[in-house]
């Protein structure tokens, strides 16, 4: 069954040396989540803190909030792993799909 998912993460590590906070979290995204997922990455420094929120909306064949947290711990990179400080899913099963089917 196709289900609707938001995955809300939340990055905080010290600051670096790097000109933007998490340059590499666009990446990260692009790999764990399907290239048809809309994702926004909200970055800033704070107190000698790097800060990243990024949400990430799509489509996924995920019909529990477990199978996202089981598909984020089998795929997230070990380092963007140890940085997250949050997280907030809400995967909703969508029955009678009509035409938003994954192909």
């Given at each position: 069954?196709?289900?609707?998912?938001r995955?809300?993460?939340?990055?905080?590590?010290?600051?670096?040396a790097?000109?933007s906070?998490?340059p590499?979290?666009e990446?990260?995204?692009?790999?764990?989540f399907s290239?048809?997922?809309?994702c926004?990455?909200?970055?800033?420094?704070?107190?000698?803190l790097?800060i990243?929120?990024?949400?990430?909306n799509g489509?996924?064949?995920w019909s529990?909030?477990q199978?996202v947290?089981?598909h984020?711990?089998?795929?997230?990179e070990p380092?963007?792993?140890?940085c997250?400080?949050?997280?907030?899913?809400?995967?909703?099963?969508?029955?009678?799909?009509?035409c938003?089917?994954?192909?």
């Amino acid at each position: 069954m196709l289900s609707e998912y938001r995955v809300d993460l939340c990055f905080i590590r010290r600051q670096t040396a790097e000109a933007s906070p998490f340059p590499e979290i666009e990446t990260q995204m692009r790999r764990l989540f399907s290239s048809r997922s809309s994702c926004f990455i909200d970055r800033k420094r704070e107190e000698g803190l790097d800060i990243a929120v990024a949400q990430v909306n799509g489509l996924s064949t995920w019909s529990t909030e477990q199978e996202v947290i089981l598909h984020l711990e089998a795929c997230m990179e070990p380092e963007s792993f140890e940085c997250l400080s949050g997280y907030r899913i809400l995967v909703t099963p969508k029955e009678g799909a009509g035409c938003c089917q994954l192909k």
